[in-house]
């Protein structure tokens, strides 16, 4: 299949599949930005749900767009991507998603896509054509994320503890409040900053296998930016409320002075990850906050069983959407 005999009904076929994952990515993951807000009830759940979908759509204009080429040129060889990997890869991340959704388990969107592009690339060129380095950085932050996540939220919780040690907990409880609007702004901000990308990157290497986009290119197309966002942001306000009941209430009970330390330090993480590049799992960084958070107070305080299942979900993340977008490859290539 040569650059530019793809029918363009095919791109556009695929950039809506692209789009459909980011609106899931959104839906999956809303959770992570708003199960604190909602658990403590600061928020409304209608409420959380517009409050995060809109910092998500903001992060357009703070963050630049280092995950999104990770993604887009730093996972595979740019000669071997065509629309049977495209298809493959995102055929992978939807599946594992709604599986993971179906069961309420927070698992990770973005290492289902990295899984789907690794799985559908080895299943046409082999494991040759993997660019090591982006694969390595991923993975390493599938455990740096969460202990990131995890060492911020308890710190910040003890700093917490130690600055409004002679104040009266009624009152803290008052402050913190209003102040967890403003961690879970950040986190969403962070959300959207990392993830949109990851979307913004897929559909980026589809356009230049396909000859839509130039590889020497510092950024994609504009629309594409723009739609990722969009459809991240909308995700978020359709929000899993699954996945928020097990984020906000099973993994430890959080009130709002946790709530604002654990998204704090999610956020932190998040910040860290997308200027380096990383694509990361917002998923795992809040898990990781939250038990940070959970932990200070006493560790009987997270129930270990849950974070124990969570765990599980995440090392069978990219494998599993691997295996499947490696079987969605050869179907494509068989049918079309």
């Known amino acids: 299949m040569g650059t530019m005999q793809v029918a363009l009904w095919v791109i556009v076929l695929l950039v809506a599949m692209a789009l459909l994952f980011d609106f899931m990515n959104g839906f999956h993951d809303a959770a992570n930005s708003i199960a604190t807000v909602v658990s403590t009830g600061v928020l409304r759940p209608t409420q959380a749900v517009v409050f995060a979908a809109f910092f998500n759509f903001v992060a357009i204009f703070i963050f630049h767009l280092s995950v999104a080429a990770t993604v887009g040129k730093g996972i595979a060889d740019k000669g071997v991507v065509d629309v049977y990997v495209v298809f493959g890869a995102l055929s992978g991340a939807i599946t594992w998603n709604v599986i993971t959704w179906f069961y309420g388990i927070p698992s990770s969107s973005s290492h289902a ?61 008052r402050w913190f409040r209003r102040l967890q609007l403003v961690s879970a702004g950040a986190y969403s901000l962070g959300h959207g900053g990392n993830d949109a990308q990851k979307t913004i990157g897929i559909i980026w290497m589809l356009l230049i296998a396909t000859g839509y986009a130039q590889a020497g290119e510092t950024s994609p197309p504009t629309w594409t930016i723009i739609a990722c966002y969009a459809a991240i942001g909308f995700g978020t306000m359709f929000g899993g409320w699954r996945i928020v009941k097990t984020m906000g209430q099973k993994i430890t009970k959080l009130k709002p002075v946790g709530g604002f330390c654990a998204e704090t330090g999610g956020a932190m993480t998040l910040f860290i990850a997308t200027a380096l590049g990383v694509p990361v799992s917002t998923t795992h960084t809040i898990t990781g906050a939250i038990v940070g958070v959970g932990s200070v107070q006493r560790a009987s305080a997270v129930r270990w069983g849950v974070a124990g299942t969570i765990v599980w979900a995440w090392i069978l993340t990219i494998p599993a959407s691997a295996f499947v977008a490696g079987v969605a490859y050869w179907i494509s290539r068989q049918l079309f």
């Open 113 to 173: 896509l990295i899984g789907g592009i690794v799985g559908a690339v080895i299943a046409k060129a082999g494991t040759g054509a993997l660019m090591a380095t982006g694969i390595i950085r991923t993975v390493v932050f599938i455990f740096v994320s969460p202990l990131l996540g995890y060492i911020f939220g308890s710190l910040m919780m003890v700093l917490v503890a130690w600055m409004f040690r002679r104040v009266a907990p009624s009152k803290i409880d």
